[in-house]
């Protein structure tokens, strides 16, 4: 199968195929599940994702520009380096489920109730990010950027390596473990004799 220009699928699988330097324009697709594809210097531009699903799928150089992504989800997939920030915010709508996202760039995206269960986020930009009833549960966010970012109602729970600088993220009702705790209040200049 290739993916071209100005092309519609619907209601299809695409199985094991590799698309590799192409740019791809105006296309659309629509629940369309992609299992164990890999995506290399591909440029999606202006294309529209709408209830698809990728399953297994490996990432390089991927790029998004003008894109949007309604009802997308991503299994176990492999995404390294990916700037998200350049999809088209209306109608976003994402989630994440065991993938490993390191180097991956989220910044200023609109991304309230989106779920990164049991993900890789190390080195990830949220800044900015309005991350407002966010679920991170099960994922490890070493050195993750949430300066400025929406924090509200976010749950943090069970993450490993999860610290921020509270005076530079809105909190309000934010979930967070014991560990995260001690490190959001180590940085604060507090001692909670626990670390």
């Known amino acids: 199968m290739h993916l071209t220009d100005e092309q519609s699928l619907h209601a299809v699988t695409v199985h094991e195929q590799g698309f590799g330097a192409q740019v791809i324009r105006k296309s659309e697709y629509e629940d369309v599940r992609f299992e164990r594809c890999q995506f290399e210097a591909v440029r999606f531009v202006d294309t529209r994702f709408t209830s698809c699903t990728f399953v297994d799928c490996q990432f390089t150089d991927l790029t998004l520009a003008g894109s949007t992504m309604n009802g997308v989800r991503f ?46 986020l190390h080195d990830v930009d949220f800044a900015g990010t309005q991350l407002e009833g966010a679920d991170f549960s099960g994922s490890d966010l070493r050195d993750a950027n949430f300066n400025r970012a929406n924090l ?16 530079l993220v809105t909190l309000g009702d934010t979930k967070v473990d014991l560990d995260t705790l001690v490190r959001v209040g180590a940085r604060l200049g507090l001692n909670t004799g626990l670390g």
């Open 75 to 120: 299994e176990r997939c492999r995404m390294m380096g990916v700037n998200f920030a350049t999809l088209r915010p209306m109608f976003l709508d994402l989630g994440f489920s065991e993938c490993l996202l390191d180097y991956s760039g989220f910044a200023g995206m609109p991304l309230s109730g989106i779920c990164f269960s049991d993900c890789r």
């Open 152 to 167: 509200v109602r976010t749950d943090l729970r069970h993450t490993s390596n999860t610290a921020f600088d509270a005076t």
